[in-house]
């Protein structure tokens, strides 16, 4: 079975900051990862993937992630926070064995000016 | 590319009423589509598989003969909740991928109030 967790249920940045949203896996075969972005009332927009190939991903946005097995974490990152940024934001695990998408529980990004 | 449509955005309806919510795939063809549910603050719950020509697989707990899913085309999938309850309020939405195990791609999601 998979599944991802997110540490932190809300996490506020400064504008400009250095943005950090955790995210650790769990999968008993090599996993596909994916960040999404939610913004009220709206649908998930795909940040980036990771699907077996390089491990440090770019995204859209600024964003990019890095897949590190040895820590079963696949970490989201942006160098510089905008204010547009905030949003939620949710990891999500599948594999190259089956169609079933696991969501993490989310994580609410605020930035403060 | 692979654009999800949902209809509609939100609804507000009477208890007992049903309401039919659609998720359409406009430039794939889409074998399987996801149904989520996903109240204030917290993360989307799967409800079903819908599966184009047969039945839909129906998540533990969900009832289905409550939310009843057609998938009657490879572009369609339609969500039924039938006989609305306020309870029955959330936020739904719907998701297609283009390919096995490329990533999901979402509606903009359907606002339901029952009041």
């Known amino acids: 079975a998979q599944s991802v967790t997110q540490l932190g249920s809300h996490v506020s940045v400064s504008e400009g900051a250095l943005v950090l949203l955790r995210c650790n896996y769990s999968?008993?075969?090599?996993?596909?990862l994916f960040w999404y972005v939610q913004y009220p009332n709206q649908g998930l927009q795909l940040l980036l993937k990771?699907?077996?190939?390089?491990?440090l991903v770019k995204g859209i946005n600024g964003f990019e992630a890095e897949f590190k097995k040895s820590e079963t974490s696949f970490h989201l990152t942006k160098p510089s926070a905008h204010m547009s940024d905030a949003a939620e934001y949710f990891c999500?695990?599948?594999?190259?064995?089956?169609?079933?998408?696991?969501f993490g529980t989310g994580t609410s990004l605020t930035v403060i000016p | 590319g692979a654009v999800v449509s949902q209809h509609p955005s939100w609804v507000i309806c009477k208890s007992g009423t049903s309401v039919k919510i659609e998720c359409r795939s406009l430039d794939f063809q889409a074998t399987t589509m996801f149904w989520y549910r996903q109240f204030p603050k917290q993360s989307l719950m799967l409800m079903a598989t819908s599966n184009e020509g047969s039945k839909a697989t129906y998540e533990q707990g969900v009832e289905k003969d409550k939310f009843l899913i057609n998938h009657a085309s490879l572009t369609l999938s339609t969500l039924t909740v039938t006989s609305a309850h306020p309870e029955d309020s959330s936020f739904y939405i719907c998701s297609a991928n283009p390919l096995y195990n490329s990533p999901l791609h979402f509606g903009n999601g359907t606002r339901l109030t029952v009041t």
């Open positions: 999500a695990v599948t594999t190259n064995t089956g169609n079933q998408f696991y």
């Open positions: 990771y699907t077996s190939a390089a491990t």
């Open positions: 999968s008993s075969v090599p996993p596909y």
